[in-house]
C-alpha cells in the first residue's frame, strides 16, 4: 500500500504553478469524441484520473498520445460506444462520456457507475434529461443501455444544479435538431471551459457561468486546440497546507476569480490574502488562526464541497468553535474519524460537524478514504507535531499531480513510500 510519511512542524513557504483542472479537464476529453477530428489539450494535469479517461478514449477507438502536459486527441476513428465494467468501475465520473457518444453514435452502453467513498452518487437527473433530448434509454444487468435515432433539443430543468448532468445535457445536446435550453444549470468555472471548447470546436451555446444554458444545435464539429482552467480546489489546497503551517505561499497559473468563497474563509481566519491575474500570494496571521462559525458547502460560487475536508483539517488547530453544514454529498466526513486519531476535537451529527479548535495535532498513521479527504490528512500533517504516515494515498493521485513533489519544494517534509 503506498503512503506519505511525513514529518510535521516545517513552515510551507515558497511558489507553485497550480496544475490545470481535474474536473475541466475530464467532460473536455469526453468532449473530443464528439469531432471526429485531430485535438490538442494544454495544461492537462498528471493524474490517474486523467489516464483512466485516456484509457476510455483508447478503448472507443481514438488515438491519444501525452507529451507532458500536452495532450493529442485523434477521435476521427472512433468503433466504438461501449465503456466497458472494468474502466466505468476505476473511475465512476467516466458518465460523462455518456451525452458525447450518443451524440456521435446515436447509441451507447455503459455500466451503472454506481456509488464512491462519499455518496452513492445517483445519476438519475443525467437519465432523465437525456431521454427529454429523444434517448431511448433501458437499465438492464448492471449495464445503461442508450439510443436515439435522432437527438431533439428540448427545455430541461434541473431538479438539482448537478455538474455532471449539466454537463452531459451540453455535449448530447449540442449537436441535436433545434434549440436545448437548461434550467437551474450548474455554473460552476469547469462548466464554462467545457463550453469555450465546445463553441470553439463550432458549438453554438451560451449561459454557462448562469444557471440557464442555451445550447443551439450544429451540424458538425471540428477538432480544436484548448488550455484547461487552473484547479481551483488544488489551489485552495496549497494556501490552507500554508495556513496551517504559519507560512507563506504564492500560486501562480490560477483565477482568482474563481476561489471567492474560499479565500473569504481564510481571510476570516485570520491570513492575508494578495489577488493579480493569474496570482495568489498568501500570508499567515501571526497569531493563531481564527475559527469559522459556518461553513456552508453548497453549489457554485457558494462553499465548494470539495474544500470542506482539508478546511476542517485547517480549523481543527484553530482559536474557537467553527461549524461545517455538508449538503452536497451525504457521506463526506470521512476524515473525521482520521483527524481525531490525530487528537482532533470534531462531532458530527448527520450532515452538521462542529470542530474545538485545538493548540496542536499529534503525528498518527492515518488512511486516506477519499480523494479531498486525503489531502485533509496532509495538511494536518503537515501542521501536527512528530510523524504522520498517510496510506492509501492511490485516492489523493487521483486529483493531486505529484503532491510530495509541489509541497516539498515549499519546505515540506514529506516522503512517498511505495
Ligand atoms: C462533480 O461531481 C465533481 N466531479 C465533484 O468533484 C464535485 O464534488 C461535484 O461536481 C460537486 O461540485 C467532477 O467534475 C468529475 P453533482 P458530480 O452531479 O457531477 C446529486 C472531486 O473531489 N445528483 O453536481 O458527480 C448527487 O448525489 C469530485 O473532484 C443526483 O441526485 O456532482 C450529489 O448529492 C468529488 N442525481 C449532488 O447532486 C444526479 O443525477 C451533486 O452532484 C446527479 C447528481
Same mark, same amino acid.
Given at each position: 500500500?503506498?503512503?506519505?510519511?511525513?514529518?510535521?512542524?516545517?513552515?510551507?513557504?515558497?511558489?507553485?504553478?497550480?496544475?490545470?483542472?481535474?474536473?475541466?479537464?475530464?467532460?473536455?476529453?469526453?468532449?473530443?469524441?464528439?469531432? %471526429?477530428?485531430?485535438?490538442?489539450?494544454?495544461?492537462?494535469?498528471?493524474?490517474?484520473?486523467?489516464?483512466?479517461?485516456?484509457?476510455?478514449?483508447?478503448?472507443?477507438?481514438?488515438?491519444?498520445?501525452?507529451?507532458?502536459?500536452?495532450?493529442?486527441?485523434?477521435?476521427?476513428?472512433?468503433?466504438?460506444?461501449?465503456?466497458?465494467?472494468?474502466?466505468?468501475?476505476?473511475?465512476?465520473?467516466?458518465?460523462?462520456?455518456?451525452?458525447?457518444?450518443?451524440?456521435?453514435?446515436?447509441?451507447?452502453?455503459?455500466?451503472?457507475?454506481?456509488?464512491?467513498?462519499?455518496?452513492?452518487?445517483? *445519476?438519475?437527473?443525467?437519465?432523465?434529461?437525456?431521454?427529454?433530448?429523444?434517448?431511448?434509454?433501458?437499465?438492464?444487468? %448492471?449495464? *445503461?443501455?442508450?439510443?436515439?435515432?435522432?437527438?431533439?433539443?428540448?427545455? *430541461?430543468?434541473?431538479?438539482?444544479?448537478?455538474?455532471?448532468?449539466?454537463?452531459?445535457?451540453?455535449?448530447?445536446?449540442?449537436?441535436?435538431?433545434?434549440?436545448?435550453?437548461?434550467?437551474?444549470?450548474?455554473?460552476?468555472?469547469?462548466?464554462?471551459?467545457?463550453?469555450?471548447?465546445?463553441?470553439?470546436?463550432?458549438?453554438?451555446?451560451?449561459?454557462?457561468?448562469?444557471?440557464?444554458?442555451?445550447?443551439?444545435?450544429?451540424?458538425?464539429?471540428?477538432?480544436?486546440?484548448?488550455?484547461?482552467?487552473?484547479?481551483?480546489?488544488?489551489?485552495?489546497?496549497?494556501?490552507?497546507?500554508?495556513?496551517?503551517?504559519?507560512?507563506?505561499?504564492?500560486?501562480?497559473?490560477?483565477?482568482?476569480?474563481?476561489?471567492?468563497?474560499?479565500?473569504?474563509?481564510?481571510?476570516?481566519?485570520?491570513?492575508?490574502?494578495?489577488?493579480?491575474?493569474?496570482?495568489?500570494?498568501?500570508?499567515?496571521?501571526?497569531?493563531?488562526?481564527?475559527?469559522?462559525?459556518?461553513?456552508?458547502?453548497?453549489?457554485?460560487?457558494?462553499?465548494?464541497?470539495?474544500?470542506?475536508?482539508?478546511?476542517?483539517?485547517?480549523?481543527?488547530?484553530?482559536?474557537?468553535?467553527?461549524?461545517?453544514?455538508?449538503?452536497?454529498?451525504?457521506?463526506?466526513?470521512?476524515?473525521?474519524?482520521?483527524?481525531?486519531?490525530?487528537?482532533?476535537?470534531?462531532?458530527?451529527?448527520?450532515?452538521?460537524?462542529?470542530?474545538?479548535?485545538?493548540?496542536?495535532?499529534?503525528?498518527?498513521?492515518?488512511?486516506?478514504?477519499?480523494?479531498?479527504?486525503?489531502?485533509?490528512?496532509?495538511?494536518?500533517?503537515?501542521?501536527?507535531?512528530?510523524?504522520?504516515?498517510?496510506?492509501?494515498?492511490?485516492? *489523493?493521485?487521483?486529483?493531486?499531480?505529484?503532491?510530495?513533489?509541489?509541497?516539498?519544494?515549499?519546505?515540506?517534509?514529506?516522503?512517498?513510500?511505495?
Amino acid at each position: 500500500m503506498n503512503s506519505f510519511v511525513i514529518k510535521g512542524g516545517n513552515k510551507i513557504e515558497g511558489e507553485i504553478e497550480v496544475q490545470g483542472a481535474k474536473n475541466a479537464v475530464l467532460p473536455i476529453l469526453a468532449a473530443t469524441v464528439l469531432n %471526429g477530428g485531430k485535438n490538442i489539450i494544454y495544461n492537462c494535469p498528471g493524474l490517474r484520473d486523467v489516464e483512466i479517461t485516456i484509457d476510455v478514449l483508447k478503448n472507443l477507438g481514438c488515438k491519444v498520445e501525452k507529451r507532458g502536459k500536452t495532450l493529442f486527441v485523434d477521435s476521427e476513428n472512433m468503433n466504438g460506444c461501449t465503456i466497458p465494467d472494468t474502466l466505468m468501475r476505476q473511475m465512476r465520473s467516466s458518465i460523462i462520456f455518456l451525452g458525447a457518444i450518443i451524440a456521435r453514435c446515436k447509441e451507447a452502453v455503459v455500466s451503472m457507475p454506481g456509488g464512491c467513498e462519499i455518496g452513492n452518487r445517483p *445519476i438519475d437527473l443525467h437519465l432523465k434529461a437525456l431521454r427529454q433530448l429523444g434517448v431511448e434509454i433501458t437499465e438492464a444487468h %448492471g449495464y *445503461i443501455n442508450c439510443k436515439a435515432d435522432k437527438l431533439k433539443g428540448d427545455n *430541461i430543468h434541473l431538479d438539482f444544479p448537478s455538474v455532471g448532468a449539466t454537463e452531459n445535457i451540453m455535449l448530447a445536446a449540442c449537436m441535436a435538431e433545434g434549440i436545448t435550453t437548461v434550467t437551474n444549470a450548474a455554473r460552476e468555472p469547469e462548466i464554462v471551459d467545457l463550453e469555450a471548447f465546445l463553441n470553439r470546436m463550432g458549438a453554438k451555446i451560451s449561459g454557462s457561468g448562469s444557471n440557464v444554458i442555451r445550447i443551439e444545435g450544429v451540424k458538425k464539429l471540428y477538432g480544436v486546440e484548448h488550455q484547461i482552467i487552473p484547479d481551483r480546489i488544488v489551489a485552495a489546497t496549497y494556501l490552507s497546507c500554508a495556513a496551517a503551517t504559519k507560512g507563506s505561499i504564492i500560486l501562480k497559473h490560477v483565477n482568482p476569480n474563481h476561489m471567492n468563497a474560499m479565500t473569504a474563509v481564510l481571510k476570516e481566519m485570520g491570513c492575508k490574502i494578495y489577488t493579480e491575474k493569474s496570482r495568489i500570494i498568501l500570508s499567515s496571521p501571526v497569531n493563531r488562526l481564527k475559527a469559522v462559525k459556518r461553513i456552508v458547502t453548497m453549489p457554485y460560487p457558494g462553499f465548494p464541497t470539495d474544500i470542506q475536508s482539508p478546511f476542517m483539517a485547517l480549523t481543527s488547530i484553530a482559536d474557537g468553535t467553527s461549524v461545517f453544514v455538508e449538503n452536497i454529498f451525504e457521506n463526506r466526513f470521512q476524515h473525521v474519524e482520521e483527524l481525531m486519531r490525530m487528537g482532533a476535537d470534531i462531532k458530527v451529527d448527520g450532515r452538521i460537524a462542529v470542530v474545538q479548535g485545538v493548540e496542536s495535532l499529534g503525528g498518527a498513521t492515518v488512511r486516506a478514504k477519499e480523494l479531498r479527504g486525503g489531502a485533509a490528512m496532509i495538511l494536518a500533517a503537515l501542521a501536527a507535531d512528530g510523524v504522520t504516515t498517510v496510506e492509501d494515498i492511490k485516492y *489523493i493521485d487521483r486529483g493531486y499531480e505529484s503532491i510530495e513533489k509541489y509541497l516539498s519544494s515549499c519546505g515540506a517534509n514529506i516522503q512517498r513510500k511505495e
